[in-house]
């Protein structure tokens, strides 16, 4: 067991001596492995702050083309299919609903953020600062996908009946159930809408931390500016 923990301190120390030897190389950088550490965790929160946050309001996703859910594959010969009898009104509201579901539900999704970026620690810090530009989206994504959809799901499932979408969407797959010639379907709307949801939550955050990469603009602090100028270096 000690030599277990002896190899885990000595891992640890070489990680954080790699990044601080990498910082070391870069001309006045001045910053040490905590500062860059919290200077990724700013970059993370703005994330959530900038673009997350504009997904939970009316219209968040619906009239947002980086998030707004469509009907899912196995639905589209639905919508095509109460389009030509007319019926198109139907459809669209069934998106429509779809979208108030998740933006009923995303603002479930800025406490389990902020814990997983609590959680940063200066190994993931260095794989973030050198690595591609959706490295921070993607451990945002591994460190929380589960929790968010374990959190996501149920709220979804009843922000269905508070928005009136089951009735809507019950209204919609009876009409087309019962049109002729027409193969009967029951798909399981919770799920499809909860991941479509979290793929829209990651597409968000990505935005935000591309626009910080690239976009000297975006690097609103001088924390901000000090990290990122690392990257730009590397």
Known sequence: MKRILLFLFVLQLSSCAELQQYVDTVPNAALSNVQIGNGLKEALQNGITNQVSLLAVTDGFYKNDLAKILMPTELQKVEKTLRKFGLGSIADE????????A????SEATPIFVNAIKGLSLNDAKNILLGNNNAATTYLK???NQALYAKF???IKNSFK???ADKIWSNLITKYNALPLTQNVNPDLT????GEALKSVYTMVG????NIRTKLSSRTSDLLKKVFALQDNK
Do not use: H, S
């Open 94 to 101: 069934g998106v429509k609903m779809l979208n108030r579901a």
């Open 103 to 106: 933006e009923d539900a995303v």
């Open 142 to 144: 591994n460190t929380t």
């Open 153 to 155: 799901e149920p709220v």
């Open 162 to 164: 508070k928005v009136g």
């Open 191 to 194: 799920n499809y809408v909860t």
């Open 207 to 210: 935005k935000e931390e591309l």
